[in-house]
């Protein structure tokens, strides 16, 4: 079945540098990938995404990276900021239909240290 | 602009009994979807509707069933609740080209979710 892997569970880095969250996809279907940022008892948000037809889109500090061939999609942030920290959550809908579920990675617990 | 609308934003209900939630998509949004969250867990997909119709079937239990009427408006009917029950459940609504096809996938925008808490 469809699968979504995420790593990692948590990461701590220091104000002002970078994040990096990697996720594997199993269904290769599928072509759309969006990012979620969670705080604590809120909706999810969806913070960037891209579609399989680019390799890279940027949205300011944070960029999301794909590579289809691995199923591979990565997000970054930069310049990290005590309000970046939450958790962040990776997702592939399957390709079989526009209006399909969200199949959800387990989850990234960021932390930002002053 | 409008937002998809969860009422009750917190439930507390006693074991074995039924809890109902709802949800308002935004206007014009045809598709909704039931997420359940557990403490600590990514959210689990639970069913979708589109056009009033289940569309897609997740982990969800027999005890529970879901709807989507006239209005476009869903319920999602809990029965026997266990302690497991116990979660955030959120809903989210997204709008489909028409025949629910498209090339594009859409952004299914989340609401603010409803706490339910079982005794």
């Known amino acids: 079945g469809e699968n979504v892997e995420q790593h990692p569970s948590t990461l701590s880095v220091q104000e002002g540098d970078s994040a990096v969250i990697k996720c594997t996809y199993s269904d290769s279907a599928s072509n759309y990938f969006p990012w979620y940022k969670q705080e604590l008892g809120k909706r999810p948000q969806l913070i960037i995404d891209i579609r399989s037809n680019v390799g890279e889109k940027k949205d300011q500090r944070i960029a999301v990276t794909l590579n289809k061939t691995a199923k591979h999609f990565s997000l970054h942030i930069t310049e990290t900021q005590p309000e970046d920290s939450a958790v962040y959550f990776c997702?592939?809908?399957?390709?079989?239909?526009?209006?399909?579920?969200?199949?959800f990675g387990s989850g990234t617990r960021l932390s930002i240290r002053p | 602009a409008a937002g998809v609308i969860q009422s009750p934003r917190h439930l507390i209900k006693e074991k074995r009994e039924t809890a109902t939630l709802k949800c308002y998509p935004i206007?014009?949004?045809?598709?909704v979807y039931w997420y359940q969250q557990g403490p600590g867990q990514d959210p689990q997909f639970l069913i979708s509707f589109y056009e009033k119709m289940q569309s897609d079937k997740g982990s969800i239990p027999d005890r529970f069933s879901a709807q989507q009427f006239s209005d476009y408006h869903s319920e999602l009917n809990m029965s026997s609740l266990e302690l497991g029950d116990s979660a955030l459940y959120f809903c989210a609504s997204s709008f489909q080209w028409a025949g629910g096809r498209s090339s594009s996938y859409n952004e299914q925008f989340f609401g603010p979710g409803t706490r339910l808490t079982v005794l």
């Open positions: 997702a592939a809908p399957p390709g079989y239909s526009s209006a399909s579920k969200i199949i």
């Open positions: 206007p014009r949004h045809d598709t």
